[in-house]
């Protein structure tokens, strides 16, 4: 990690001022929608997508896998973070080192044999908002997308003079513009995702090699570069007749890697909530202008288009001029299926297009062009290559270090 960082004490993976900047924005959100509190969920669904927000607020290390954690976060007051770890008090305790900052948490209530304490997160929550005085206040749950319908509905049950309103879009606004710490670990993700890269074509120039092989080489490959989560990988290998005019492709991992198969990828490592994506396209045994003309011309196609992309990201545009523009150089070269180009660089938000949303230096988007024939017609469906770049006043950072251009093995 750079000096920026690595200057200051580091609290589960960010400087005070960072967790500082975070909390205030999220306290100037809540006034502007005028909410009281703001219950914060996550979980490890979704290749950990929708535990998120909930690192975003209290940290990397507060969400378990298959669990649910929970964080309360009011307008005054520190928040408290909702863990599944009993203790013989009957409250957590949540050190300095694993969130921001240092609580006792009530979750576990009483059953009705001797001793007994049940895991409760609903009573949890209702204890920390009565504690609280805003039992009659609006309570925003980020999001509705991730809350468990029974813990809601308790919650609702027991609260009922509080007003409950959807609030996923207050994280979601704040975290769209990246700070400095948090655009590190971006480039940091990224280079791990070029690690896993690498790994997939050592394991894929040797012998007998598998697609499950491969995709395994490249989650250790990231793993090994310190990524402290991979969201997936996603790895297939056909050969181009079988990607052009199949609907399924075969997902059995002892799949043999053979001369004349493409190994089409996504790869998504994480670091404290930060995520690249990355997509590098593989060909075994074939150089490309030995390819099929159709392979050649789709691969010019999304070269031009993720090219073109590059070049448009700028501050002041909008994600729909970028769309329209992309999907006219698809057109150009027969493709009048689906098209699209950007995502946002956290995997929770990938169907939120925000077409009319300005870019702003800061944003991050991952930069993969998706094309599908028509209905009806046959040809290739989906990603081939891209990674992740970061918005600046001028032109995009491109976070990785590999060119996305097809690598022969």
């Given at each position: 990690?750079?000096?920026?960082?690595?200057?200051?004490?580091?609290?589960?993976?960010?400087?005070?001022?960072?967790?500082?900047?975070?909390?205030?924005?999220?306290?100037?959100?809540?006034?502007?929608?005028?909410?009281?509190?703001?219950?914060?969920?996550?979980?490890?669904?979704k290749?950990?997508?929708?535990?998120?927000?909930?690192?975003?607020?209290?940290?990397?290390?507060?969400?378990?896998?298959?669990?649910?954690?929970?964080?309360?976060?009011?307008?005054?007051?520190?928040?408290?973070?909702?863990?599944?770890?009993?203790?013989?008090?009957?409250?957590i305790?949540?050190?300095?080192?694993?969130?921001?900052?240092?609580?006792?948490?009530?979750?576990?209530?009483?059953g009705?044999?001797?001793?007994?304490?049940?895991?409760?997160?609903?009573?949890?929550?209702?204890?920390?908002?009565?504690?609280?005085?805003?039992?009659?206040?609006?309570?925003?749950?980020?999001?509705?997308?991730?809350?468990?319908?029974?813990?809601?509905?308790?919650?609702?049950?027991?609260?009922?003079?509080?007003?409950?309103?959807?609030?996923?879009?207050?994280?979601?606004?704040?975290?769209?513009?990246?700070?400095?710490?948090?655009?590190?670990?971006?480039?940091?993700?990224?280079?791990?995702?070029?690690?896993?890269?690498?790994?997939?074509?050592?394991?894929?120039?040797?012998?007998?090699?598998?697609?499950?092989?491969?995709?395994?080489?490249?989650?250790?490959?990231?793993?090994?570069?310190?990524?402290?989560?991979?969201?997936?990988?996603?790895?297939?290998?056909a050969?181009?007749?079988?990607?052009?005019?199949?609907?399924?492709?075969?997902?059995?991992?002892?799949?043999?890697?053979?001369?004349?198969?493409?190994?089409?990828?996504?790869?998504?490592?994480?670091?404290?909530?930060?995520?690249?994506?990355a997509?590098?396209?593989?060909?075994?045994?074939?150089?490309?202008?030995?390819?099929?003309?159709?392979?050649?011309?789709?691969?010019?196609?999304?070269?031009?288009?993720?090219?073109?992309?590059?070049?448009?990201?700028?501050?002041g545009?909008?994600?729909?001029?970028?769309?329209?523009?992309?999907?006219?150089?698809?057109?150009?070269?027969?493709?009048?299926?689906?098209?699209?180009?950007?995502?946002?660089s956290?995997?929770?938000?990938?169907?939120?297009?925000?077409?009319?949303?300005?870019?702003?230096?800061?944003?991050?988007?991952?930069?993969?062009?998706?094309?599908?024939?028509?209905?009806?017609?046959?040809?290739?469906?989906?990603?081939?290559?891209?990674?992740?770049?970061?918005?600046?006043?001028?032109e995009?950072?491109?976070?990785?270090?590999?060119s996305?251009?097809?690598?022969?093995?």
């Amino acid at each position: 990690m750079s000096t920026l960082i690595d200057q200051e004490k580091v609290i589960n993976g960010f400087t005070r001022a960072e967790w500082d900047r975070r909390h205030r924005k999220i306290r100037e959100m809540l006034q502007l929608r005028n909410i009281d509190c703001l219950v914060v969920v996550g979980c490890s669904a979704k290749n950990w997508a929708y535990a998120t927000n909930q690192m975003y607020v209290m940290g990397e290390g507060t969400t378990g896998l298959g669990d649910y954690t929970y964080a309360v976060f009011p307008m005054e007051g520190e928040p408290v973070q909702l863990q599944g770890v009993p203790t013989g008090t009957g409250k957590i305790w949540v050190g300095p080192n694993l969130t921001i900052p240092t609580v006792l948490d009530p979750i576990f209530k009483k059953g009705k044999g001797e001793g007994q304490r049940i895991k409760d997160y609903a009573w949890g929550i209702v204890q920390i908002v009565k504690e609280r005085g805003l039992e009659k206040g609006a309570i925003g749950i980020a999001d509705m997308r991730v809350m468990p319908a029974e813990v809601y509905l308790e919650v609702v049950r027991e609260l009922p003079q509080a007003m409950f309103v959807p609030a996923g879009d207050v994280l979601l606004e704040i975290r769209r513009i990246k700070s400095p710490e948090e655009q590190e670990y971006i480039r940091k993700a990224a280079l791990a995702a070029d690690k896993g890269a690498e790994a997939m074509i050592e394991e894929a120039s040797r012998p007998g090699a598998t697609m499950g092989g491969i995709q395994m080489a490249c989650r250790v490959g990231m793993l090994k570069a310190g990524a402290q989560r991979v969201d997936f990988v996603s790895v297939r290998v056909a050969s181009w007749e079988e990607m052009i005019n199949s609907s399924y492709l075969s997902r059995d991992p002892s799949r043999n890697v053979m001369k004349g198969d493409l190994i089409l990828n996504e790869i998504n490592p994480m670091f404290n909530g930060l995520e690249a994506q990355a997509c590098y396209p593989i060909s075994v045994g074939t150089a490309e202008k030995d390819m099929p003309d159709s392979l050649k011309k789709t691969l010019k196609l999304h070269k031009e288009m993720y090219e073109f992309v590059r070049g448009e990201l700028r501050p002041g545009k909008t994600v729909l001029d970028i769309e329209r523009e992309a999907a006219k150089i698809a057109a150009s070269h027969g493709m009048t299926g689906k098209v699209w180009t950007l995502q946002t660089s956290e995997m929770v938000e990938d169907h939120y297009k925000l077409n009319y949303t300005e870019i702003k230096p800061g944003m991050a988007y991952v930069n993969h062009p998706s094309v599908s024939p028509a209905s009806g017609e046959k040809g290739h469906r989906g990603i081939i290559m891209g990674n992740t770049l970061i918005i600046t006043e001028g032109e995009p950072e491109v976070t990785s270090r590999r060119s996305v251009g097809i690598t022969v093995v």
